[in-house]
């Protein structure tokens, strides 16, 4: 069994996953994962034992027909349409496109505008349609969300969270809870944790305003 320890990253690979190397061969069986620590202990097969590849993957079955079924109405939709114009699927047709965020009355970040303040105001504007907001670890991508999301709260709006790990989605909805003490704005948070694994930050700090 080696521990080895690796970069900060989301990543959902969880104790007990089975574990193969990139391009796909048998590698061993996560005995351990530490999120704060950033370790992983993995017990490796008797062939793999002197291997230590730079990555790794977990090879676990998930039920992916409800994404299909959405990709496949998306593409029937596509087929029968077009990609161009209304109707079904519009913005993930404008993300496959990868066009400029519709909005329905506004523009995109005018002259002096900050860039949380244009974020907030695209968010209430969109149009079905998408509004990408890339950036580095340290931008201020969770900054402006948890700004965006209180905004949207404020409208009567129903807001989902999707992320490839429970602790992303905490991080999120943490900034929620700041924000929404900042603003004087209660909002409430659900969020549905793994039965797996505790996938909190350590402090478990929360918001009085949440609720997990």
Do not use: W
């Not at 990253?9 to 193969?20: F, K, V």
């Not at 029968?80 to 047709?93: F, L, P, S, T």
């Not at 209430?124 to 349609?129: A, K, N, R």
């Amino acid at each position: 069994m080696h521990r080895y320890r690796f970069a900060l990253q989301d990543t959902d690979i969880r104790a007990d996953d089975d574990l193969r190397s990139v391009g796909g061969d048998k590698f061993g069986r996560v005995v351990a994962v530490s999120l704060d620590n950033r370790t992983i202990d993995i017990k490796k097969r008797a062939d793999t034992a002197g291997l230590h590849p730079e990555a790794v993957v977990a090879l676990n079955f998930v039920d992916t027909q409800v994404l299909a079924d959405s990709l496949m109405r998306t593409g029937e939709y596509v087929a029968d349409h077009g990609m161009q114009g209304d109707g079904d699927c519009r913005a993930a047709r404008h993300l496959l496109m990868a066009l400029a965020p519709r909005l329905r009355s506004g523009q995109l970040q005018v002259d002096g505008e900050p860039a949380v303040a244009a974020a907030i105001r695209i968010a209430l504007d969109l149009d079905e349609s998408v509004f990408p907001v890339q950036g580095p670890p340290g931008a201020g991508k969770t900054f402006a969300g948890a700004r965006m999301i209180l905004a949207l709260a404020r409208e009567g709006r129903t807001i989902g969270i999707a992320a490839n790990s429970h602790k992303v989605i905490r991080h999120l909805l943490d900034e929620v809870g700041v924000a929404s003490r900042e603003q004087g704005f209660a909002v409430e948070c659900l969020q549905k944790l793994s039965d797996r694994e505790e996938d909190r930050p350590v402090s478990d700090s929360r918001s009085t305003t949440e609720r997990s």
